[in-house]
Each structure stands twice: as structure tokens, then as C-alpha cells.
T-cell receptor
Framework: SQQGEEDPQALSIQEGENATMNCSYKTSINNLQWYRQNSGRGLVHLILIRSNEREKHSGRLRVTLDTSKKSSSLLITASRAADTASYFCATGGGGYQKVTFGIGTKLQVIP | EPEVTQTPSHQVTQMGQEVILRCVPISNHLYFYWYRQILGQKVEFLVSFYNNEISEKSEIFDDQFSVERPDGSNFTLKIRSTKLEDSAMYFC???????????????FGPGTRLTVL
């Protein structure tokens, strides 16, 4: 299955620092997505990167994709306390396809 | 910005009771999905729905579950006889029609927290 597995599972940083989360997956993909979930809340789509892209930016977010290593990373620059959340990578989603989520990285940004 | 909405936000029910979870997908979307997340675990796919029929379902989606699009706006998940292990957050998602690429993005609702006692 196209399962994303994130590491680290938990990350604690000071406000203003950068946060990097990694994701690995098992099969070939058309795209990879990152979602954020605040504690006990819904899933917010952050960014989608296609399999033919290597890097994508959105505001303070930078996502990279290495299809040869079946891995992706999410970088949040100049983190804020409001970035505290769980971050999930996910694969699939095209057509009828389900989205398959990893276990997530729990990010805590300390003010 | 349009968004997926879900009601209720929290549902408490007794084991064996029927529950219906409601979702209003984004208006021009044609693909609909239900997922669930048991506390502390991964988000798991339940079912996808397109053109008024189920496209794919997971092993979790057994005969106790059903989905329906009763009108042009609502998309519901029914659990006929709830079990303790059905306690979870249930997410509805929708996707617009079109080619692959960014249109693969599924937009999720805020979830319904189901507690089965």
C-alpha cells in the first residue's frame, strides 16, 4: 500500500526555529500531499507535490520530493506557536483513490 | 473559501443504536469520501463515492455501514448498530472533478467525534 511514514514522530522546537519533518512511502506515486491537524480537529490540506516535481513552496512551507528514495520532507521556516499541530504526509487521492495517511509528526512550537 | 462542513461536531450514542453522520461537500465536487481516526491512530479510509455509487470501500466498511447522497448537497454515513470500537473521529472529504495533478487534492471537513457508550 502507498503508506506514508513520518519521522520524527514528535518534534519540539523554539519559536522562530525551522522544523523539518520527513516522510517515506513504499510504492510509486502520482503525487504526495501534506496535511495539518490541530489537536482533535479536522485535517487541513497544506500542499500537494506532483511526482515530476522536486520542490514546491507555499508561504513558509517548503516541500521536497525524491521519488528515487521514495521520500519527502516538509520544512516550516520561522516557526510560530500557531504551527503546533500534527503533520501528515499522504499519498493517493486521484480519481476514486483513497488518500493513505502516515502516522504523523507531532510538532510543538514553544513560544 | 468554500469548505466541507459536517454535523454534528460530537455525537454520543449507546451501543447498538443507529447513527447518521452528515456532510455537505464543496458544491462543485463530485467525488466524496469518508475516513475515520480512532484516537491516537492513523486516519483510515472507509469509502469513496462517485456518480451515486460506492467506488471503493475498505475492510472496515462492513454491512453495518452505508452511505447515501439523499439530495444535491448532503452526503451521509450511517452506522446501523454501533459498537464500542466505532468510537472515532469521522471525516468527510470531497474532490472536484477533473484531471490529475492538483485536482487530486481531497478537502476534509472538521470531523464528527462519535462516542459509543
Amino acid at each position: 500500500s502507498q503508506q506514508g511514514e513520518e519521522d520524527p514522530q514528535a518534534l519540539s522546537i523554539q519559536e522562530g526555529e525551522n522544523a523539518t519533518m520527513n516522510c517515506s512511502y513504499k510504492t510509486s506515486i502520482n503525487n504526495l500531499q501534506w496535511y495539518r491537524q490541530n489537536s482533535g480537529r479536522g485535517l487541513v490540506h497544506l500542499i500537494l507535490i506532483r511526482s515530476n516535481e522536486r520542490e514546491k513552496h507555499s508561504g513558509r512551507l517548503r516541500v521536497t520530493l525524491d521519488t528515487s528514495k521514495k521520500s519527502s520532507s516538509l520544512l516550516i521556516t520561522a516557526s510560530r506557536a500557531a504551527d503546533t499541530a500534527s503533520y501528515f504526509c499522504a499519498t493517493g487521492g486521484g480519481g476514486y483513490q483513497k488518500v493513505t495517511f502516515g502516522i504523523g509528526t507531532k510538532l510543538q512550537v514553544i513560544p | 473559501e468554500p469548505e466541507v462542513t459536517q454535523t454534528p461536531s460530537h455525537q454520543v450514542t449507546q451501543m447498538g443504536q443507529e447513527v447518521i453522520l452528515r456532510c455537505v461537500p464543496i458544491s462543485n465536487h463530485l467525488y466524496f469520501y469518508w475516513y475515520r481516526q480512532i484516537l491516537g491512530q492513523k486516519v483510515e479510509f472507509l469509502v469513496s463515492f462517485y456518480n451515486n455509487e460506492i467506488s471503493e470501500k475498505s475492510e472496515i466498511f462492513d454491512d453495518q455501514f452505508s452511505v447515501e447522497r439523499p439530495d444535491g448537497s448532503n452526503f451521509t454515513l450511517k452506522i446501523r448498530s454501533t459498537k464500542l470500537e466505532d468510537s472515532a473521529m469521522y471525516f468527510c472529504a470531497s474532490r472536484e472533478p477533473g484531471l490529475a495533478g492538483d485536482l487530486d487534492t481531497q478537502y476534509f471537513g472538521p470531523g464528527t467525534r462519535l462516542t459509543v457508550l
